[in-house]
């Protein structure tokens, strides 16, 4: 398996699901910026959305959207229990965490990267992401993780859209689960890999 990325990105997401699944595969930097490879590559030849992560499986198919990528990662190692069996009521919780970190979380932040969005707009997008990361502490009161004590992929792509908090200078110390969480979770080994692999830590 390939799996393009870019330092940072929302890719770190699947990152994180590969690694905890132990499963084998090639990091290929895809710069969101160039949109080449480092060998030069159009990324857009490869996807032509331009954007990570993309799967790419043993066989050439390709996968994208982080979601969809991070729960077929799961389904690839169920021992691991990244995700619940699907067609069970505890499997759509966790799609029902994934959608809300990828609508409510990760795409209010997208204005924020964007040079040309001006102040007042980027007010009323930090404001949503701080409303929305306050449900997400009360959430976690008494729980170690999104769905209970087990880690899954959704604490995966949590962990990775919070972690741009703190560049787009977003203060969330007064959540303390949230806080707590966010230093659980990079204890994590497979998290720790992933971070250094991606030259985060």
């Known amino acids: 398996m390939k799996l393009y990325y870019s330092p940072g990105a929302c890719s770190l997401s699947p990152h994180i699901a590969l690694r905890e699944a132990g499963i084998a595969f090639e990091p290929v ?36 959207e982080g979601p969809a990528i991070v729960q077929y990662v799961a389904d690839q190692a169920p021992t691991k229990n990244l995700a619940p069996a699907n067609g069970t009521l505890p499997r759509y919780r966790l799609q029902e965490w994934l959608t809300f970190i990828g609508t409510e979380i990760h795409k209010s932040f997208s204005p924020l990267f964007n040079p040309g969005m001006p ?40 962990y990775t859209v919070t972690r ?38």
């Open 29 to 64: 930097l895809a710069s969101t910026k160039s949109h080449k490879l480092q060998d030069g590559t159009d990324y857009y030849s490869i996807n032509p959305l331009g954007y990570v992560p993309m799967l790419e499986l043993d066989d050439g198919t390709r996968l994208r």
């Open 119 to 158: 102040e007042e707009g980027k007010k009323i997008y930090r404001d949503r992401i701080v409303s929305r990361l306050e449900f997400v502490d009360k959430e976690l009161a008494g729980k170690q993780y999104l769905t209970g004590d087990h880690f899954s992929v959704a604490d995966g792509y949590l």
């Open 164 to 201: 741009w908090t703190q560049p787009m200078k977003i203060d969330i110390s007064g959540f303390k689960n949230l806080s707590a969480f966010m230093e659980r979770v990079s204890q994590r080994p497979a998290v720790q890999e992933a971070l250094k692999v991606e030259g985060l830590s």
